[in-house]
C-alpha cells in the first residue's frame, strides 16, 4: 500500500543541524548561517511543528495538520516544492528535500522580479547524534560516465506515473561537456561550457546554467525566465561516487507547473 503524503513527510521528524549557503547565480559564496532545524509531531501524528533557528535571524515556528498543493513527496521522503505558475514581474522559486538516513540536504533557487535567476541556498544538514557525513564537492569529473536511472513523475492531480527507465551519458572534452540523455518520452544531445565550478548551456535564445556545489549537490536552472517557453528546474545529489539522485521540476509555455519527477540513477562506467 502507497504512503500517503502526510506519511512521507513524517519520514522527517527530528533534530536536524547544518546551515544556510547562499550562492549567486554564477556560483560564488555570498554568507553562510549555521541553522537547526526541528520537527516534532503530535501524539496521533496528525499535527507537525517546525521550529526553524538561524544564526542572527529570529526564529521561525509553523504547525500545520495538512499539506498545500505546493509541495509533493516520494515514498523516500524526497520532497519538492515551489511556484504553481510564472508570471513576469512576480517573485519565483522552488525548494527541494532529499532524506537519506542521518542526512537531509535541500536547495532553494530564486529569481526576481525581473525573472532573472538572483540565488542559491544550499541547506546541508545532519541528525543531531546521528553519524551523517557531507560528500566531497561536486566536480565535472564526478559527473563523467554512463548513468542508468529509474524515474518516477507526480503529477497536480497527485496521479503518480509508472516508473520508467533513463540513461545518461556525460562526456568532458578539454572546458566542455557533452550528455546525451534519454528516457521513453525524450531524448536530446546538448553541450555546454566548463568555467569554474558552473556548466553553461547555450541555446538559440536562453542560457542553462549548472551550479556545481558542495556536498555534491548540483542546481540547474536557466539563467532568466521567458514568456511563452517551457523550462525545467533541477537539483541533484551525489550521495555515493556511483549514485545519483536528482528532481525536476517542468513548466509549460504558459508557465503552469505540470510535474516533478525523482531520479534514481547508478553509474555503470
Not at 522552488?94 to 542526512?103: K, T
Not at 541528525?127 to 566536480?139: A, H, I, M, T, V
Not at 503529477?155 to 561537456?177: G, I
Amino acid at each position: 500500500m502507497a504512503l500517503s503524503q502526510w506519511d512521507c513527510l513524517l519520514k522527517h521528524i527530528g533534530v536536524w543541524q547544518g546551515s544556510f549557503t547562499q550562492f549567486s547565480p554564477t556560483g560564488k559564496m555570498i554568507k553562510d548561517t549555521p541553522s537547526q532545524l526541528t520537527l516534532t509531531c503530535s501524539d496521533d501524528r496528525q499535527t507537525i511543528r517546525l521550529t526553524l533557528h538561524r544564526e542572527n535571524c529570529q526564529p521561525i515556528v509553523n504547525e500545520f495538520t495538512h499539506l498545500n498543493r505546493s509541495i509533493f513527496l516520494f515514498e523516500d521522503g524526497h520532497f519538492a516544492k515551489g511556484s504553481l505558475q510564472f508570471s513576469p514581474y512576480a517573485i519565483f522559486g522552488a525548494e527541494y528535500g532529499f532524506i537519506r538516513g542521518d542526512r537531509r540536504c535541500r536547495l532553494v533557487q530564486l529569481y526576481d522580479t525581473q525573472s532573472q535567476l538572483e540565488s542559491v541556498t544550499l541547506i546541508r544538514e545532519f541528525r543531531q547524534g546521528g553519524n551523517g557525513k557531507e560528500n566531497p564537492p561536486l566536480s565535472v569529473k564526478s559527473l563523467e560516465g554512463e548513468w542508468q536511472g529509474e524515474a518516477i513523475t507526480l503529477y497536480p492531480d497527485w496521479r503518480n506515473s509508472n516508473p520508467y527507465t533513463t540513461f545518461l551519458q556525460v562526456r568532458v572534452e578539454k572546458d566542455r561537456v557533452k550528455q546525451t540523455f534519454s528516457s521513453p518520452e525524450t531524448s536530446f544531445t546538448s553541450e555546454g561550457v566548463i568555467q569554474d565550478n558552473t556548466i553553461t548551456f547555450y541555446g538559440d535564445n536562453y542560457q542553462i546554467r549548472v551550479l556545481l556545489l558542495p556536498d555534491g549537490v548540483s542546481s540547474v536552472t536557466p539563467v532568466r525566465l521567458q514568456l511563452h517557453q517551457p523550462f525545467f528546474l533541477e537539483f541533484g545529489w551525489l550521495v555515493t561516487e556511483n549514485l545519483r539522485l536528482r528532481l525536476i521540476r517542468r513548466y509549460d509555455s504558459q508557465g503552469r507547473w505540470l510535474n516533478v519527477t525523482l531520479v534514481k540513477e547508478k553509474k555503470l562506467i
